[in-house]
């Protein structure tokens, strides 16, 4: 019904930068939100960063300072642009968008399928 499709992920030494990308697509009336989620081995999924269609955003203390997360509406595409990375920020990489698919629908959260993004020397 809705797809998330990401690309971006790679490896990359300390201090590089890599801007990841997530365009959704399929039967979408409209998105509240849209964010990235990341998942090292032996953790839980954790929040990276959320941005709303008005353009409100909030970030993990983590990646403060460090990360962006920008959107294109009419493109249904949420990025995010990731500099000074650090090892810690090893993980899988995963989009999400709270997706509406017609009036009086109830929001559904959707999931991309996870990037992998590893920062070693």
């Known amino acids: 019904q809705v797809q998330l499709v990401e690309s971006g992920g790679g490896l990359v030494q300390p201090g590089g930068s890599l801007r990841l990308s997530c365009a959704a697509s399929?039967?979408?009336?409209?998105?509240?939100?849209m964010g990235w989620y990341r998942q090292a081995p032996g953790k839980q999924r954790e929040l990276v960063a959320r941005?709303?269609?008005?353009?409100?955003?909030n970030y993990a203390d983590s990646v403060k300072g460090r990360f962006t997360i920008s959107r294109e509406n009419a493109k249904n595409t949420v990025y995010l642009q990731m500099n000074s990375l650090r090892p810690e920020d090893t993980a899988v990489y995963y989009c999400n968008a709270d997706v509406r698919t017609g009036w009086g629908s109830v929001p559904v959260a959707y999931w991309g399928q996870g990037t992998q993004v590893t920062v070693s020397s």
């Open positions: 399929g039967r979408i009336f409209v998105i509240s939100s």
């Open positions: 941005i709303t269609s008005g353009g409100s955003t």
